[in-house]
């Protein structure tokens, strides 16, 4: 028994931690901060004032995982965000195809305590700082109600992905809240004057058949006037979850202390919502739904910004401007919402989207002025314009694994977040990026420790692509179509490709490619061709467009829409080759072409987007000469996915054992191998809510064995279903060959 005398006041029961990294959040940034520093070797804390990982990701939002790959319906191929978050994306696909966020909680907690040098402390809210000068955090102050103990936190480098900045905000750190003018930053989206108009929050219901007639009953403080939203007449019986992004509030008001505010208010409005489903007589086939689920915490878009030694702006992605200290990069919209939200007769949202892909610069990622202190997630150094793409998951994610690795060479050199920067470093960091799978448009890893740029490499066979045979099946061209296909610089070859005519009629097409190399925007038209096709089946058409290509590059083989055309169809796909179509994905935007208002410095192009699979054939086609694009030698050029070539190496359809060879004049110590596969990077493999055909990549080699010239087997794996992975041989061995 315990007896407990009364007494004037007493303390919280105190523990203190130690550690090399103190992460503040548990979103997908600093979990995915925290998982790179601990393979690294630091010690680290990641106190997340939640019961759950995630964030925004997990079941107690539900809001999916994206990034630069916008659903599929930009011009950025191959552009899913690799390391850590690549790893979950593409684990949470092989466990959990359907999308059902409760499993993708188990993942992301099972990735964070498989690592030992993480001390995890969930419902544990930071609420003090105490520094060891007006510029440097000592420690933190934190507290978990769970257990009723207080924390204190030391460590020389602290990460806020607190998503509201809470480490910079009790530290001291500049920060931002709002919209910057145009003439702050020249970003001619920007108001005339800035503001404090910020996105707002949202709550999420679930619905699901009982199989019988439920009835619902709504709370007293549900919505009763539903046509205070304008929007009222778009909600469905199909569309639940994050589909419904656009039921957002609150961004008029103070993001952070008005938090609690603004959820209630989305409660009215998500209880109303249901109510008007069930109870309107609108939607018969409501009467055997039932509510499984509302979000009981909001989902945030927007609070505070912090200041870094860089600020990201509008022209840093629509120009996609080149950064030497570049560790990270973006892809989304510059997505911004009216403050207003649910309750605004403007649209949900302004999506405008760059060309490609752009570098996100290193310094954007710590405080100017607090100088142990690194920024993730939502609250890096941009301006509100470029915070409308850089906010999304996957970049945050992205961002904070180069947090980590900076931590990383912090510790190891005795160096600050700042000094990273230098010239002289920041090629380390990147370095170590590359390494762990992190890709960064425009740089290839150029190791000196790899052994395999100074060995003989040969394989089995290397494919020569000849044709993609037809499966039977075909394509009507009722919007136009392209075939991307990679060729080497020189002479074009002649593609030929198969079609039938319903009628009479005549076929254009066009050659394009994109005015910057590693974009994907087929803005730049080289030739057009057309032919007089009789009706018929079967007709050869030959695309000899008699040009010369002066870099190794994409083209864009464009069909013009036709409705009396079928292009005929090949089931065989391959790495760095698709189909796509001017088409337009209407989740990502409301027309196949992107046309701005005039002088607010976006482009205007064309979207060709791919189909997803099981669609998104490719054309039946030969090719003459055949393509040798794939060579073994593309798995020592530094680049893990399709950029401006297939950057792979890939056997010949008929190879029945493929297999590659490392040899060295003299015997070598191996201690560690690095493979990469293809897990294809075009797909954004949505966290929740959607499913998703496959549960393992069709590209990816899922099974494989690697040994050296004596017959010695080092690994065997039997089942792989990851882009990356890393093999330690244990102890390391000598040899003069690797298979």
Not at 9 to 30: F, Q
Not at 463 to 475: F, V
Not at 585 to 600: H, M
Request: some cysteine; hydrophobic content about 40%.
């Amino acid at each position: 028994m315990i007896k407990a005398e009364p007494t004037i006041r007493r303390t919280l029961k105190l523990e203190r931690l130690d550690c090399d990294l103190a992460i503040v959040g548990g979103g997908m940034a600093g979990l995915c901060c925290a998982i790179t520093a601990a393979r690294a070797g630091l010690k680290i804390a990641l106190i997340q004032d939640r019961p759950v990982l995630g964030g925004n990701a997990s079941s107690e939002v539900r809001l999916w995982i994206l990034g630069a790959t916008s659903h599929m319906g930009n011009n950025n191929r191959w552009a899913r965000e690799g390391g850590v978050i690549d790893e979950i994306l593409v684990e949470n696909i092989y466990r959990n195809p359907e999308g059902n966020p409760l499993v993708l909680d188990s993942i992301l907690l099972e990735k964070t305590v498989s690592e030992p040098n993480i001390t995890l402390l969930l419902n544990t809210a930071v609420y003090e700082a105490e520094k060891h000068d007006a510029d440097t955090i000592k420690s933190l102050r934190a507290f978990c109600s769970q257990n009723s103990t207080a924390y204190e936190i030391n460590a020389p480098l602290f990460c806020d992905a607190s998503g509201d900045g809470i480490v910079g905000f009790l530290s001291g750190a500049a920060f931002r809240i709002g919209s910057e003018s145009y003439s702050q930053f020249g970003e001619k989206f920007a108001p005339a004057k800035p503001n404090g108009e910020l996105l707002g929050h949202t709550v999420y219901f679930y619905s699901k058949d009982a199989g019988r007639p439920v009835k619902f009953v709504p709370p007293s403080f549900a919505l009763q006037d539903i046509t205070r939203i304008p929007r009222f007449r778009d909600f469905n019986v199909h569309d639940f979850g994050c589909r419904l992004w656009w039921i957002e509030w609150g961004g008029a008001f103070d993001t952070v202390h008005e938090t609690e505010k603004i959820k209630w208010e989305l409660w009215k409005i998500a209880y109303g919502v249901w109510d008007y489903i069930k109870n309107s007589g609108n939607f018969p086939k409501a009467e055997t739904l039932t509510l499984e689920w509302v979000g009981t915490i909001p989902g945030k878009r927007e609070s505070r910004r912090f200041e870094g030694d860089y600020m990201l702006t509008q022209m840093d992605i629509v120009e996609q401007r080149h950064h030497a200290d570049a560790v990270s990069f973006g892809g989304w919209a510059i997505d911004l919402h009216p403050a207003d939200g649910v309750f605004s007769e403007k649209p949900g949202c302004a999506q405008w989207h760059s060309k490609g892909v752009y570098q996100i610069p290193y310094r954007c990622l710590y405080s100017r002025n607090i100088k142990n202190l690194f920024l993730a997630g939502r609250i890096i150094s941009a301006s509100h314009i470029a915070f409308g793409s850089c906010r999304v998951m996957a970049t945050c994610a992205h961002n904070a694994q180069a947090v980590a690795m900076a931590a990383v060479l912090c510790r190891r050199k005795n160096l600050r977040p700042a000094e990273i920067a230098d010239e002289k470093i920041i090629g380390e960091l990147q370095r170590e990026l590359l390494r762990t799978g992190q890709y960064i448009p425009g740089m290839a890893l150029h190791d000196p420790e790899d052994l395999a740029q100074m060995a003989q490499i040969k394989a089995s066979s290397e494919l020569k692509l000849k044709s993609l045979e037809p499966d039977g099946t075909t394509l009507v061209l009722n919007s136009s179509w392209a075939m991307a296909v990679p060729v080497p610089r020189g002479r074009l070859p002649r593609v030929t490709l198969t079609v039938d005519a319903a009628v009479a009629t005549k076929l254009q097409a066009e050659l394009r490619y994109s005015s910057k190399l590693e974009n994907h925007t087929p803005d730049v038209t080289l030739k057009r061709m057309e032919w007089l096709l009789p009706a018929g089946r079967n007709q050869r058409v030959e695309l000899n467009f008699d040009t010369t290509i002066d870099e190794p590059r994409f083209v864009f083989i464009c069909l013009k829409r036709n409705d009396q055309v079928g292009v005929h169809l090949s089931n065989q796909r391959l790495t760095g080759i698709m189909s796509l179509s001017h088409n337009g994905n209407k989740s990502v935007t409301a027309s196949p072409t992107q046309i701005p208002p005039p002088d607010i410095g976006i482009d205007t192009f064309e979207f060709w987007t791919p189909m997803r699979r099981p669609g998104g054939k490719n054309f039946a086609i030969t090719v003459e000469p055949p393509l040798a694009i794939f060579s073994v030698h593309n798995l020592t050029n530094g680049i893990t996915r399709p950029t401006r070539q297939p950057n792979a190496w890939v056997a010949e359809f008929s190879d029945a054992n493929p297999s590659v060879t490392l040899k060295w004049q003299k015997p070598t110590c191996i201690g560690r191998i690095e493979l990469t596969f293809d897990t294809d990077y075009d797909h954004p493999m949505e966290s929740v809510l959607m499913g998703h055909p496959e549960r393992v990549m069709p590209f990816c080699c899922p099974q494989f064995q690697i040994s050296d010239g004596n017959g010695r087997t080092l690994f065997t794996c039997e089942e792989n279903h990851q882009s990356h992975r890393s093999i330690h041989i244990q102890p390391p061995v000598e040899a003069n060959c690797i298979i």
